[in-house]
């Protein structure tokens, strides 16, 4: 497929499938631990858009804050997040899928793709929706770039990782403010998807719309 785009980014969650009932289900799934998933929820909102010199002092500062927030230890949310993600991908393959010819669509576009979450265990959410991974040149937790979006940092980060400069990227998320911002600052353009507009991304990478 012809395009002035050399790669594309994706969002994950909200763009590649639909999350309709998500977080209701997960809240269900996590009852008796609900107080320890709104305070994981509410660090990372406050940590939204900030950018850390690695990995490891990113997890620091989001782990340190919600175990000060809850008044339990480190390991004990670390122990309770490997359980969340265990829900997260097993309510993925028991009753969500990829949006509808999502396969076939990436492949048509001919350039190199790249999945940017704001959420860990990118592979393992991929593989429980039933998407390879291999699809994508590069899968990115922003937490490995020392940040959440819509810090540049992660951006730039995904971009360099596909070895494609910024303003040859279109990026799809279904997000304005972490997504469409984090792009923009990027100098890269954006691409809003949801129900309606998810059939037209086609037309905006060929530019056509």
């Known amino acids: 497929m012809s395009s002035c785009y ?24 996590q009852f008796f631990k609900l107080r320890i998933l709104h305070a994981s929820r509410k660090t990372l909102k406050n940590l939204s858009g900030s950018s850390f010199d690695s ?32 829900n ?8 969500y ?24 265990r990118v592979d393992d959410r991929l593989r429980a929706l039933g998407i390879d991974p291999e699809l994508f040149v590069c899968r990115i937790y922003s937490g490995d770039a020392g940040g959440l979006k819509p810090s540049v940092n992660v951006f730039r980060y995904t971009a360099e990782c596909m070895g494609i400069e910024p303003s040859k990227i279109l990026v799809a998320g279904d997000k304005i403010e972490k997504d469409g911002k984090g792009a923009e600052e990027a100098g890269m353009d ?10 037209l991304f086609p037309m905006k990478f060929s530019g056509d719309i």
């Not at 490891?56 to 993600?85: D, H, P, R």
């Open 55 to 86: 990995r490891e002092a990113f997890f620091k500062e989001y782990y340190g804050m919600t175990a000060a927030n809850l008044k339990m230890s480190v390991s004990e949310i670390e122990q309770w997040e490997k359980g969340f993600y265990k």
């Open 190 to 199: 954006f691409f809003l998807i949801n129900e309606k507009s998810w059939p």
């Open 97 to 120: 899928c990829p949006r509808p010819g999502l396969e076939a669509m990436i492949r048509n576009l001919n350039v190199p793709c790249a999945v940017l979450s704001d959420y860990d």
């Open 88 to 95: 997260f991908t097993d309510l993925l393959h028991r009753d």
């Open 6 to 29: 050399s790669g594309v980014i994706f969002d994950l969650d909200g763009t590649l499938y639909s999350m309709k009932n998500l977080n209701i289900r997960m809240a269900i799934r």
